[in-house]
């Protein structure tokens, strides 16, 4: 099970962590994902990692912004969000790709699993 956690309300141009814990099962040789979803959008790829952690994709308002970063040892998962903007507002999920080993890159969600819960960011202007 995957638990998204480090939402919150934060002002434009401030900065947050996000961190994804699985537990109860280890994702260490998968390509992990953040998504998000804004109210009345669809979900979408914020950015994904490979499982060794090597490479990193991110979707274009990410890009220079945020940061995906794992830690397999304490099957964890992070996203760094600097110079945050009000439409980054959204709920946040990690997600766990469907097959172990496999680069996605910057994949759908048909492509990963395991949601779990998400955290909502809210940026104010």
């Known amino acids: 099970q995957l638990q998204a956690s480090g939402g919150g309300m934060v002002q434009a141009g401030g900065s947050l962590r996000l961190s994804c814990n699985a537990s109860?099962?280890?994702?260490?040789?998968?390509?992990m994902g953040w998504f998000r979803q804004a109210p009345g959008k669809e979900r979408e790829a914020v950015a994904t990692i490979t499982w060794t952690g090597k490479i990193t994709y991110y979707a274009d308002f990410a890009k220079g912004r945020f940061t995906i970063s794992r830690d397999n040892a304490s099957n964890k998962v992070f996203l760094q969000m600097d110079s945050l903007k009000p439409e980054d507002t959204a709920i946040y999920y990690c997600?766990?790709?469907?097959?172990?080993?496999?680069?996605?890159?910057?994949?759908?969600?048909?492509?990963?699993?395991?949601w779990g819960q998400g955290t909502q960011l809210t940026v104010s202007s």
């Open positions: 109860g099962r280890t994702i260490t040789r998968y390509m």
């Open positions: 997600a766990v790709a469907a097959s172990s080993i496999r680069d996605y890159g910057l994949a759908g969600e048909n492509s990963f699993r395991s």
